[in-house]
């Protein structure tokens, strides 16, 4: 079988790669920007493609993002479909052949790119970074998000937790200038994102977040 890429941009579709410590040099190219990723926090509900199932993250990982609403991965052009970086594409795109996923798997969540390992990065976002995290750990809402969908406390603090992370989030962009692409490179993604996408109903009433449980 050949090992040739066709370029069909198949695996581009479902989503960009996770940046590894040999794509650093990528940054200082400019081949990627710091706004091109969207950073995973610890313990944050993810899909690992190699297992095929949703994992919570056990490191920092940094991704690249989406484009618009979609899965596709940014540095895809649809339209005629080819990566625009192809020629320096990242470590996972390179080894990625998707009829043989084995090679990928040998480096899935090993040597991950840090954020406080990205070229020349303002050292004031990285600090925003760390307060974040230690102010909103993802272990302190998974802790909740499990016992939410039975027990209607949990539910009340949930719901209160995901409208101060959202506050805290909205004070922290405005504070320090950060358009929603670098906001979700330093932040990550909000809770309110991970509530849903684990089937909880998110709807805002009078400038606040509720939270209803799976059915
Ligand atoms: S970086 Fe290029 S090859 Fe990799 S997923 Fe994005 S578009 Fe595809």
Redesign the pocket.
Same mark, same amino acid.
């Given at each position: 079988m050949s090992r040739e890429c066709r370029r069909c941009?198949e &695996?581009?579709r479902r989503g960009?790669?996770v940046l590894h410590s040999e794509d650093r040099g990528l940054f200082a190219a400019k081949v990627i920007s710091i706004t091109d990723v969207v950073r995973v926090r610890k313990d944050e509900p993810a899909f690992d493609p190699v297992r095929g199932r949703g994992v919570r993250a056990a490191a920092e990982m940094l991704k690249?993002g989406g484009r618009g609403r979609s899965w596709s &991965?940014r540095?895809?052009s649809p339209d005629p479909p080819a &990566?625009?970086?192809?020629a320096d594409?990242?470590l996972e &795109?390179r080894l990625l052949f998707c009829r043989v996923p084995g090679d990928l798997a040998a480096v899935a969540g090993r040597d991950l790119l840090a954020l406080s390992a990205v070229p020349d990065l303002d050292s004031a976002l990285l600090r925003l970074a760390g307060e974040f995290d230690r102010a909103f750990p993802f272990s302190a809402f998974n802790l909740l998000l499990e016992k939410a969908a039975r027990d209607r406390r949990a539910l009340a603090e949930l719901s209160s937790m995901v409208n101060r992370e959202l506050r805290f989030r909205m004070k922290t962009c405005a504070a320090h200038s950060l358009s929603p692409s670098l906001e979700t490179a330093i932040l990550g993604r909000p809770f309110f994102m991970s509530a849903a996408a684990s089937g909880f109903e998110v709807q805002e009433r009078e400038g606040e977040l509720a939270l209803r449980p799976p059915v």
């Open positions: 941009g &695996c581009c960009g790669p690249i &991965c540095l895809f &990566c625009t970086v192809h594409r990242p &795109c």
